[in-house]
């Protein structure tokens, strides 16, 4: 294994990283955005408003988009797998 495919493999995985991890951030990006609005429209400046619907929000996600995740998971595991196989 030289350092082109070790570089391509850890790109192939950044990738798959990012597209995993993104509905999730953008979730809590966005309810973070809209009860920061909300915040400052009311000027209630309680920390801990954004917790529990950031949570929630994050959870569902996962669970509406695990399967999705899984199988970009699961696609990276099985090029890994069969890389290490072959031996290169």
Known sequence: MNEVEVL???RE???????VVSPALLVALFIGLIIGIFQALTQIQEMTLAFVPKILGVFF???LLFPFM????????????DKIVTGG
């Open 8 to 10: 391509d493999i850890s």
């Open 13 to 19: 995985a950044i990738f798959t990283l990012i597209k």
């Open 61 to 63: 996600t996962l669970i």
């Open 70 to 81: 899984l199988n970009q998971m699961r696609m990276l595991s099985e090029t890994l797998f």
